[in-house]
């Protein structure tokens, strides 16, 4: 799919950027392979790993139109990754939030729209999903936005993706390397949120295993979400320092006790697959043939129960200590 394509990644130089960029170098032989993100010294550190001749790396900040519409000359396909993530940061910093995520979705858009970019997927979250702090709603609004520039885009060939999924095992920030420095410093003990809080778990592998299978099965419009399981904080903690003992320490500014990635209120065109939903949108696109109950590979998938609701919660699968071993080991080695 991506061999002689050009593919540019907003935010390339993060976490999910880089195992993107390993992932495609190992399958694929692309024309182009662009990085496109504000950070110098990463982009420096970057090139160190990854300097095979398709490499480009452009300086730039989705905030930045005309940079990005420069940069998406010529290119098929673009991961937007690039977010500002932080949930305490974004509730005390929100219009820097709403700069990035919804003014630098917008510039994605019209610069993907003006040179006719294939496919593009936007990475969301499951905190966009009945969001109750200002990065689930940055990232609703984003979602929104990607979702109608189809259309937008009208008969022109340019379609648009998003890809929700749950926490990023091991990823810059999250809960795994933050555990793990405690431990290796020496901590008497764990900080948990809340002894009841739940979470959806995914390697980082995982997520760009899905973002590349949905290019092939996109039509233009879907929100895709895969099926994974769920783990408890506490579970997570005493699989990693069975030892230690928990203080808990509150719920932080804008965090939910549980996640969701399906709300309720979207049963009405969520659409269930083998290993994955769809969110079809509500509203009508201009274009013929945006039939969502199956995919581009010809998946076949049924509408959900009214009221059905995917969250952390009542997931059907929940990782055991073993499991939660593995994984923690795989992400942090």
Known sequence: MLNDKTLLITGGTGSFGKMLVKTILARYQPRKLIIYSR????????????NAPCMRYFIGDVRDAERLKMAMRDVDYVVHAAALKQVPAAEYNPMECIKTNIHGAENVIQAALQNQVKKVIAL???????????????????????VAANNIAGQDPTRFAVVRYGNVVGSR?????FFQKLISEGADSLPITHEEMTRFWITLQQGVDFVLHNFARMNGGEIFVPKLPSVRITDLAHSMA??????????????????VMC???????????????????TITFNQSGSHFDHTALGEQGILVAPGFEYNSRNNTVFLDHEALQRMNTDALA
Not at 242 to 259: D, W
């Open 263 to 281: 709300p309720a209120d979207d049963s009405y065109h969520t659409f269930e697959f083998h290993d994955f939903f769809i969110i079809a949108p």
């Open 173 to 177: 920030g999250s809960v795994v390397p």
């Open 39 to 50: 950070d110098e010294l990463k982009q420096y550190e970057m090139q160190q790993v990854f």
């Open 124 to 146: 969301s979250t499951d905190k966009a999903a009945s969001p109750i702090n200002l990065y689930g709603a940055t990232k609703l609004a984003s979602d929104k936005l990607f």
């Open 242 to 259: 069975p030892n230690l003992p928990h203080r808990i320490v509150g719920i932080r500014p804008g965090e939910k006790l549980h996640e």
